[in-house]
């Protein structure tokens, strides 16, 4: 009998499984999917000789979490490897704003939109080295994150105090035009801002999009040589040097529950399988809550809380095999791992207003992704790896586009909207679609299929936007991982911090299953008092 049990081999439940193994305990993996990573996985399905990440590809957050840092992955075969820039953002015009490492680099693109916005980049980069160590520590600890937290208020007040705390409550639009004269800064923020479900025009947008803009700028966005399940490999290669144990194709039918406690799981073959100390789910919140556990053991403002949880927004993603490097009509594109396709902040404004109204966008915002750029054993010399993904409703009321894409997603609105990806994509880069050898189309329910946390495509565990993070993630309490269950700890992006490939909710779940365990805490006290009188005699 292990001493605990992980449900879902993702990032997340692949470094809680670690962070348990480390600490002595005895743990088992067990994934629905035939193959460990969730969404940290490659293949060569798009064409033999080409590597394609099946769905996250970049890492800056990985690169700055100190809970990946400490499992000192490179030891177990992890090689980071860079594209030459971090991230580019073309324009229709040919001009193009850029984030590089070199700060100067950087700074010098903004400049070329407007004097003096070199100045205003180096100001937020000088801001993000005031707060980065404390900012960092608060964002990848259990919340409340108190010791990091205070530093983090000391910090703040010597930095500007309410008025840099207000810039970064700052919707992303509002945030470029007070800090930039010109487009470029306010494009590498607004589209970072667009990684996540945040608008230009919403609260803390602004904030989000200098957080991962800083990242960027600091870590750069790294990938993991050969491809995104090599870093997956080296979780479960380490985790199994441990005495772990991983075992796939398997999926939990529910969460056994005994005395009010979790104790075990089920299979849908019918398996018991105990755990002596916890169970740990890197599962989307919903399906735990709902479907694992059970309404009959959950009380009943979180049930109905779960009414109004809600989701980020659903993916659509293409990946392709190309004869040859995009054709960008902004040449500093070229150098760039990660681009950006919006012909300004306004279309940004136009794309998320259509996803607001339940409209399929009609000229979708793209991410691109370039490789090879970022990694040359992705493809032969000479060609590109590559994919963009864009966001979509869950609940699709009409086509902005007019060719009558419903949100059935059979094949035929696959090619319609991938058709579409690729139109956005000529805009910037023509001739780009006569490079194509082959190309693959996830839908929002491919995704699904592929990894179940990505309920209708959703890839962040949950929408990033203020009323569902912190103490309301995943639903109002504590922002904690322990659930109301005794020995359940909730694992996944559906806890804080949140999405992203950075391991701190499997962290956070394993080191409270671990605190937990080292006290009796109030049921062990409970237990105590029922076998005794008030005299202390045994009843």
């Not at 960027?216 to 491809?227: E, I, K, L, S």
């Not at 979180?302 to 995009?326: E, H, N, S």
């Not at 902040?345 to 090879?372: C, K, S, Y």
């Not at 994919?387 to 609940?395: I, K, S």
């Amino acid at each position: 009998m292990p001493d605990a049990v992980v449900i879902g081999a993702g990032p997340n439940g692949l470094v809680a499984a670690n962070v348990l193994a480390d600490a002595g305990w005895s743990v088992l993996v067990i994934e629905e999917q035939p193959e460990p990573g969730g969404a940290v996985r490659h293949d060569r399905g798009v064409h033999p000789d080409f590597v394609n990440d099946i769905f996250s590809s970049f890492y800056p957050l990985a690169a700055a979490s100190p809970v990946l840092s400490t499992l000192r992955l490179e030891e177990h075969g992890l090689r980071w490897s860079h594209a030459p820039s971090v991230l580019a953002h073309p324009l229709s015009d040919g001009r193009c704003a850029v984030l590089d490492r070199d700060i100067e680099t950087t700074a010098a693109s903004a400049e070329a939109f407007a004097p003096g916005d070199g100045a205003a980049w180096r100001r937020l980069c000088e801001l993000w080295e005031t707060l980065r160590p404390d900012l960092l520590g608060a964002l990848f600890t259990p919340f409340p994150p108190v010791k990091s937290s205070l530093r983090l208020l000391r910090t703040l007040r010597a930095a500007g105090g309410l008025r840099t705390a207000r810039s970064l409550a700052l919707p992303v639009r509002r945030m470029g035009e007070e800090e930039f004269r010109g487009e470029g800064g306010r494009l590498l923020l607004a589209g970072s801002a667009l990684h996540a479900d945040l608008a230009p025009e919403s609260a803390g947008s602004g904030g989000f999009g200098w957080l991962m803009s800083m990242l960027g700028q600091t870590y750069g966005f790294p990938v993991p040589a050969g491809g995104s399940g090599a870093l997956t490999e080296a979780l479960v290669r380490r985790l199994r040097h441990k005495g772990g144990e991983v075992r796939c194709g398997e999926r939990v039918q529910n969460i056994v529950i005994r005395g009010g406690r979790a104790v075990g799981v089920r299979t849908s073959a019918g398996a018991a399988v105990p755990a002596r100390r916890a169970v740990l789910a890197d599962v989307a919140v919903p399906v735990l809550y709902r479907e694992l556990v059970g309404a009959e053991h959950l009380p009943a403002q979180l049930m109905a809380d779960l009414l109004r949880f809600q989701w980020d927004f659903a993916t659509f993603k293409v990946d392709w095999a190309l004869d040859g490097p995009v054709p960008w009509r902004a040449e500093q594109a070229a150098r760039a791992g990660t681009v950006h396709l919006a012909d300004g902040v306004d279309e940004l404004t136009r794309f998320a207003a259509q996803i607001a109204m339940r409209q399929v966008p009609d000229r979708p915002f793209a991410l691109f992704g370039q490789m090879t750029t970022a990694d040359s054993s992705r493809s032969p010399e000479g060609t590109e790896s590559a994919w963009a993904y864009t966001h979509v409703p869950h609940d699709i009321r009409a086509d902005a586009g007019d060719e009558g894409i419903t949100g059935t997603w059979d094949t035929s609105e696959q090619e319609r909207m991938a058709d579409r990806v690729e139109r956005q994509v000529e805009r910037f880069a023509p001739g780009f679609r006569s490079l194509i050898r082959a190309r693959r189309v996830l839908a929002p329910p491919t995704l699904e299929a592929l990894d179940a946390n990505l309920s209708g495509g959703a890839i962040n565990g949950g929408t990033t936007a203020l009323h569902q993070q912190l103490v309301f993630r995943p639903v109002p309490g504590t922002g904690r991982p322990e659930t109301p269950v005794p020995g359940l700890y909730l694992a996944s992006a559906g806890a804080h911090p949140g999405g992203g490939v950075h391991g701190a909710p499997g962290a956070n779940a394993a080191r409270a299953a671990l605190r937990s365990r080292r006290a009796p805490g109030l049921a062990g006290v409970q237990r105590v008092l029922t076998r005794r009188d008030r005299t202390g005699r045994k009843r």
